[in-house]
């Protein structure tokens, strides 16, 4: 179902979750949270809001920290 939003959508919350630590890996400015939404009840990400706790968890912050470092490592190494 389309959404007035615009944003992504995702079915489940675990793909929610996914897409929350994905964008924490990929970007300066990541979204922190997803919430279920009204309109189309899918999952969207915000950037507005309080931290979900998931990203307080030590496994993800973890995930997040060496998945940042491989990615930088993979940036710096097609620069040459
Ligand atoms: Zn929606």
């Known amino acids: 179902m389309d959404c007035s939003s615009k944003k992504n959508q995702y079915y489940t919350e675990e793909e ?3 897409a929350l630590i994905r964008s924490h890996i990929r970007f300066n400015r990541p979204a922190v949270s997803y919430y279920l939404c009204s309109e189309c009840a899918q999952f969207h990400l915000t950037s507005k809001g309080e931290p979900h706790p998931l990203l307080f968890q030590p496994q ?5 920290k060496k998945e940042q470092q491989t990615q930088d490592w993979s940036q710096s190494y097609k620069r040459r």
């Not at 993800?60 to 997040?64: F, H, K, L, M, P």
């Open 16 to 18: 929610a979750a996914e």
């Open 60 to 64: 993800v912050v973890e995930r997040i």
